[in-house]
């Protein structure tokens, strides 16, 4: 049996969160609870140990109540999540320190993410002096930075990467790489490919494998070109497993993408799949 760290959870109540996005997908307009999760396959072929809740973009005024919440899930021995990621508007000057300072951290919070792929963000946004000197104060904190960006603007993460070379990053989805993008525009897919590389040349950058972008419905193995590029750019110390649970049910469904992605893996060996699993998740996310 596998033994699987999802580092990509989601998960939330909508009497207790303003999810304002999810107006836009009604497919996931319901609450989604631990309960939802399935943390393992019927023919014990995998079991998903421990999960990383990643924030869900709640109405700003609820990010400390999204930070609670990560606590009391933590703190919860019915279900394993033993960590998360925080959301923090880090285009304000000083973020991280007067998080600090007001007595907010706790134990349980692994890194912070500032999504950047919403219209409300527009290129360049994670390049001012402001968000780099908030990257630097988590990677100071001990903390990571989670990078969530449009394809186009992988570039961006580069960019904050060669300033802040003692904060880890990690890229999420693989970039949002679209996998029928991938296949039919051959300059999109030489630009993602040149930007992993440049990002794969970053000490600090971990590449998050999830998130491939395909139809509903969609032949799960339409994620197979994309996965094979993402691990064969970056190093095997280097890569991190997520199922982004529930989001992934708009496309490939989680126990799918679980099976292609044993699947593809397969060759690599067993010392690269616990590294790939779970090894390289506890490194990074210190987890005990």
């Keep these: 049996m596998l033994h699987i760290t999802d580092t990509h959870l989601h998960l939330w109540d909508l009497s207790r969160f303003r999810l304002p996005w999810l ?19 019927r023919n014990g072929r995998w079991r998903i140990d421990r999960a990383l809740y990643v924030e869900v973009d ?13 606590r009391e899930l933590c703190e919860d021995s019915a279900n394993s999540v033993c960590g998360g990621i925080i959301s923090m508007d880090l285009q304000q000057p000083d973020a991280v320190a007067r998080w600090r300072e007001a007595g907010l951290f706790h134990r349980w919070v692994k890194g912070v993410r500032h999504v950047l792929h919403v219209p409300g963000q527009p290129p360049g946004s994670c390049l001012t002096p402001v968000f780099i000197s908030n990257v630097i104060a988590l990677g100071d904190a001990g903390l990571c930075f989670e990078a969530c960006v ?14 802040t070379p003692r904060t880890d990053m990690v890229l999420n989805h693989m970039g949002n790489v679209d996998a029928e993008r991938l296949r039919h525009d051959a300059n999109y897919s030489r630009r993602w490919r040149r930007n992993l590389q440049s990002l794969a040349a970053c000490d600090n950058v971990f590449c998050k494998v999830s998130g491939v972008i395909t139809p509903p419905k969609a032949d799960i193995n339409l994620v197979r070109p994309a996965v094979d590029i993402a691990l064969n750019t970056f190093s095997r110390d280097k890569v991190v497993f997520a199922s982004n649970f529930p989001v992934c049910d708009l496309g490939t469904g989680m126990t799918p ?32």
């Design 257 to 288: 993408w679980i099976d292609v992605m044993i699947d593809i893996t397969h060759e690599f060996g067993v010392d690269y799949q616990a590294r790939l699993f779970s090894a390289n998740a506890a490194r990074l996310y210190r987890l005990s």
């Design 150 to 163: 449009r394809n186009e603007e992988l570039g961006d993460v580069t960019g904050i990467a060669r300033q």
């Design 23 to 41: 107006e836009a997908v009604p497919a996931l307009q319901h609450d989604v609870a631990w309960q939802d999760y399935p943390t393992g396959d």
């Design 58 to 70: 709640v109405a700003p005024d609820q990010r400390q109540q999204e930070a609670d919440y990560l």
